[in-house]
């Protein structure tokens, strides 16, 4: 147990005073550069900001080869990213997103240059990128009524007035990985720039199927495209930007997980080898995104600012898996799919004041509409007399509506001092349309995603309305004594909405008081800088997915309450060729007892089947009252009590214009709960450790870059869907070659 937690702290101790007698005893030219961020709508120092922060360029990401949202883990402490099939789960802090259902908003709000996103078809690759944030804790204020455990925010690179110029990168590593991206800036007169970018990326299937299926697991092709018009006139700024994404995928590696229970007789079937999978279903993921943005600014003279930004997106899925993860013999062949589309309307008008003066301030409205359509279906074919039909068809419609004023200021109260205040009100609106259906015998699956589904009898209505508001907000002291130090401590409130969970009902808002202090400083004439903070928070409500026996799927109901508290610690270092930087972040999570069925208790058979009540038909269960159960309580689910990072790159001066740079760096996550039960036998997903590294020679415009990512080979379990688990990334490795113009 001592191990645990002593290795890390003992590291970065030694790490922090090895650089510090360095740093002291040099006297570099070179100093760490500053990072400026944006979240707070107004470009700010990251060591200025009063939030716990993790701040990452466009250039930092190549480096740290963070291609997709999942990758920010490996950077960013105290985050983490699970798989759960077409959605992943992000969680900062044990808080966020534990559950796949549309009905559920994500507690970590992922914002694109400002618009937020829903969670489906969050996977497509980074690039042409400015940055990353990575913001922890509840951002009440200014991110919204979804921002419980922080929020995320990436921004692309805009177009430049009078400026001829871009990139193209090309890489080719093992699993046949080829890709090429790129982008152009082009003026047009003295007021209006284009730019044009594009990304073209495919490589082979990560896994063996050994099945009679023959598929090709987690192989990947993707398209997408991007373009953005700016236009600047004295005080009047606008950007459009039009993007496109398709992601193609030979579906999910998935596996039962390993357990001795009577109730998953799949296990039987697990191949029980690294990077081979056995099915007997044809299994695909496709995802297709379309977003429009129109971003516009007016300043005044004196300098306030009025900022609209005005988003439309539609997103599209079509998935295919393997239900039982197996081509078992003797068993029937489970199998489902997924067809979701997410349509967002949004637009937040801001009023920014100037950067000058005592009182700084920024005052705003916000509104979203959510149209949320899914058609699902289970499938249960037997092997022995070739006999299969679907079974249960979940088709839910969601309509919701989320509204929004805030405020927050800053007043200079001495030369030294400051206080924010921040106060937003949310009002969230929800209307379920639709049933779950029980398919005629012989459906055929355009048969099945018809609305209604042809020939289908109703097993539950899908309709429901839900309505709850909150008042949200930040009230922070802060205090400089000098230029290189901020010392400052807060309480924030953050809420995210409720919302239906038909037929039985509707679930509650989640909420969470965070009790926060930190220091950041710089060091060392700027070759040193480091971020501390401690953390106490009370959550509650928590939003679970569990088994609704009135349908047999999963519904959404709030579980318990929690108490999080913990510290965080990161710093970057620059000493002559030597940079270092790395992040630390302890969470000790508690959540109360509850009671909930146990989906291990319910046979694999009777997945997805409503309870018996006397007019269903044969496709029931009987008993879902013997499969209740109450729990203890334990940490908060997908939440690791260790997680950090550490990497080093030494630049060498081979010749006048030519550099030589290794890279190494290791990213710890360590074991966490997936679901509630709390039995580690089928609940914990271990811990694990992950090494990168590069070799980068760069010549002027030129740049050429050896990679290698998870280097260990290291066979991992990544996340959990239902009753399988799922992998992350093997071994990857190739070579980048980029060019400036």
Not at 505 to 531: C, I
Not at 542 to 561: I, Y
């Amino acid at each position: 147990m001592t191990k645990t937690w002593v290795r890390p702290v003992l590291l970065g101790l030694m790490l922090s005073g090895s650089l510090s007698a360095t740093a002291l005893a040099q006297n570099a030219d070179k100093e760490i550069k500053d990072i400026v961020v944006t979240a707070q709508r107004r470009s700010e120092n990251v060591q200025n900001v009063n939030i716990a922060v993790t701040a990452l360029s466009g250039d930092t990401l190549t480096e740290k080869r963070v291609t997709r949202a999942i990758d920010l883990q490996t950077a960013a402490p105290g985050l983490t990213i699970s798989r759960s099939g077409v959605t992943d789960s992000f969680n900062i802090r044990g808080i966020g997103l534990a559950s796949g259902s549309p009905q559920v908003t994500n507690g970590v709000a992922t914002y694109i240059d400002g618009v937020f996103q829903p969670p489906i078809v969050s996977n497509g690759q980074f690039y042409d990128m400015a940055g990353a944030e990575v913001l922890r804790g509840p951002q009440g204020t200014l991110s919204g009524a979804n921002s419980t455990g922080g929020a995320v925010y990436l921004t692309t690179q805009r177009p430049q007035l009078g400026k001829l110029g871009g990139y193209v990168a090309a890489n080719y590593g093992n699993y046949n990985n080829v890709g090429i991206n790129g982008a152009l800036n082009l003026p047009v007169g003295e007021k209006l720039a284009i730019r044009a970018s594009g990304l073209f990326n495919q490589h082979d299937a990560w896994f063996k199927d050994t099945g009679p299926a023959n598929n090709q697991p987690e192989r990947l092709a993707e398209v997408d495209g991007r373009i953005q018009a700016l236009y600047k006139s004295n005080g009047f700024q606008a950007n459009l930007k039009v993007e496109a994404t398709q992601r193609k995928t030979g579906g999910f590696a998935l596996q039962p997980i390993n357990t001795l229970l009577a109730t998953n007789p799949y296990v039987a079937g697990r191949t029980n080898a690294p990077w081979t999978v056995n099915f007997d279903t044809a299994t695909s993921n496709f995802e297709r995104a379309f977003a429009t943005v129109l971003e516009m600014k007016y300043e005044f003279a004196g300098g306030l600012t009025l900022r609209s930004l005005t988003a439309y997106q539609n997103k599209r899925l079509a998935a295919v898996s393997d239900t039982d993860a197996t081509a078992v013999s003797g068993r029937n062949a489970l199998a489902g799919g997924n067809n979701v589309r997410e349509r967002v309307y949004s637009q937040e008008i801001n009023i920014i004041s100037p950067d000058t003066g005592k009182f700084k301030y920024v005052i705003g409205g916000y509104f979203q509409r959510n149209k949320v359509d899914l058609r699902n279906w289970n499938w249960s074919f037997n092997r022995t007399t070739n006999v299969g039909g679907y079974t249960t068809l979940p088709h839910p419609n969601t309509s919701k509506l989320l509204l929004g004023t805030f405020a927050q200021g800053t007043y200079q109260l001495t030369d030294k001092l400051s206080v924010d205040a921040g106060l937003r009100y949310s009002r969230f609106t929800v209307n379920g349309f639709n049933a779950v259906y029980s398919a005629a015998a012989g459906s055929t699956i355009d048969m099945i995603i018809g609305d209604p589904p042809v020939g289908a009898t109703v097993l539950a209505p899908q309709t429901g309305h839900e309505s709850d508001g909150r008042a949200t907000g930040k009230l922070a002291l802060n205090y400089k004594p000098d230029a290189d130090n901020l010392v400052y401590a807060f309480v924030a409130r953050g809420y995210k909405n409720g919302g239906i969970n038909p037929p039985t009902g509707t679930f509650a808002p989640e909420t969470v008081m965070d009790y926060e202090a930190g220091w950041k400083s710089t060091l060392f004439n700027r070759h040193l800088r480091t971020q501390i903070g401690a953390f106490y928070m009370k959550y509650n409500n928590f939003q679970m997915d569990v088994t609704n026996p009135v349908t047999g799927q999963n519904g959404v109901v709030n579980l318990a309450n929690s108490e999080i508290k913990g510290f965080e610690a990161s710093f970057q270092a620059k000493v002559d060729a030597l940079s270092l930087d790395g992040g630390l972040s302890y969470v000790d999570s508690s959540l109360s007892g509850f009671t909930l069925i146990n989906k291990w208790l319910v046979p694999a058979a009777f997945n997805g089947f409503p309870q018996c009540n006397g007019s269903n038909s044969a496709r029931c269960y009987p008993d879902y009252a013997s499969a209740s159960m109450t729990t203890n309580g334990g940490s908060n689910l997908y939440s690791p009590k260790w997680t950090w990072n550490l990497s080093a790159a030494y630049r060498i001066q081979a010749s006048e214009d030519v550099t030589i740079t290794p890279r190494i760096g290791y990213a710890y996550v360590g074991s966490q709960w997936a679901y509630p039960t709390y039995q580690a036998s089928t609940d914990l997903i271990a811990a694990r450790g992950l090494w990168q590294g590069s070799i980068t020679l760069d010549k002027g415009t030129w740049k050429a870059e050896v990679y290698g990512t998870n280097l260990a080979n290291k066979f991992y379990v990544a996340g959990q869907s239902g009753r399988n688990e799922l992998y992350g990334a093997p071994r990857e490795y190739g070579v980048r070659v980029s060019k400036k113009f």
